[in-house]
């Protein structure tokens, strides 16, 4: 199993980045994919995350409205655009998966659209650095 982010960067307040998560060893469309930040000095951190089954989605509040995120299953990847950023964005990004089950009577996914937990995924990528400078 593997994770893999990139696109990370430094970009100045106000600006846009694309963050890609590339992933293998897996079945893509039974995973949930999360990403999470973790800024300097501070704790990791949910920022959205994306059912690769059934498309749905969850955004901490923090990003909402700034930040989409997106799921081409033909690639197996999963991409967070950023827009508007500013210094509080500034963290390791990390996207992780998370086992998802659904039959008739159970579903089952770590990224509800009420929120994500980080303990209840099973793989990590490496994180990529995005930097906003003013």
């Known amino acids: 199993v593997q994770l893999v982010e990139s696109g990370g960067g430094l970009v100045q307040t106000g600006g846009s980045l694309r963050l890609s998560c590339a992933a293998s060893?897996?079945?893509?469309?039974?995973?949930?994919i999360g990403w999470f930040r973790q800024a300097p000095g501070k704790e990791r951190e949910a920022v959205s995350c994306?059912?690769?089954?059934?498309?749905?989605?969850y955004y901490a509040d923090s990003v909402k409205g700034r930040i989409t995120v997106s799921s081409d299953n033909a690639k197996n990847t999963v991409y967070l655009q950023m827009s508007s950023l500013n210094s509080d964005d500034t963290a390791v990004y990390y996207c992780?998966?998370?086992?998802?089950?659904?039959?008739?009577?159970?579903?089952?996914?770590?990224?509800?659209?009420?929120?994500?937990?980080?303990?209840?995924?099973?793989?990590w990528g490496q994180g990529t650095q995005v930097t906003v400078s003013s």
């Open positions: 060893g897996f079945t893509f469309d039974n995973y949930a």
């Open positions: 994306i059912n690769n089954g059934d498309g749905t989605t």
């Open positions: 992780a998966a998370g086992w998802t089950y659904s039959s008739d009577s159970i579903h089952y996914t770590p990224c509800k659209e009420t929120g994500t937990v980080q303990q209840t995924y099973d793989y």
